[in-house]
């Protein structure tokens, strides 16, 4: 017996096959998206008078500038602005892509992307897991049928 199921190991039955691939999956969803709340992304200039922080629901979360960068030019300012934001939102996509593998190891989206062979082999398996119940099912409604005269 399997501790988290209750029932045999081995178990052959797609439908529990299904449902434990799932719960195996919920319980993934739940750690990445607590792992991904609390990720920010950060941006330091370089003479370090400005820092820009950044989440997935605000671009410009937190933005320090230190009286000194004020004496840069504007175009200079609104340059240097664009490109610490856009460090930081990298910043918090390398945290997010580092999140998701760590949490769906070989198994995740991103391990699939580059490579066509595993995905197709990963739908095969998903469909094969899908088709056989939905087989079976299919077979026996149509003998219910048949036993029932419909």
Known sequence: ???????????DNPMAQIAARMREQMA??????????????RAISDDE???????????????RID???MRRSSAELAELLQDLLRSARADLQRQTTEAVRDVAGQFGPQALIGDPAAAQAKLAQINELVSGPM??????LERLRRQLSI
């Open 1 to 11: 017996m399997t501790a988290t199921t209750g029932e045999p190991a081995g178990n």
């Open 28 to 41: 993934q969803g739940d750690e990445l998206r607590s792992r991904l709340t609390g990720l920010t992304g």
């Open 49 to 63: 008078q400005i820092e820009v922080v950044c989440t997935a629901d605000d671009p410009a979360h937190e933005l």
């Open 67 to 69: 009286p000194r960068a």
């Open 135 to 140: 087989r079976q099912s299919s077979e026996l």
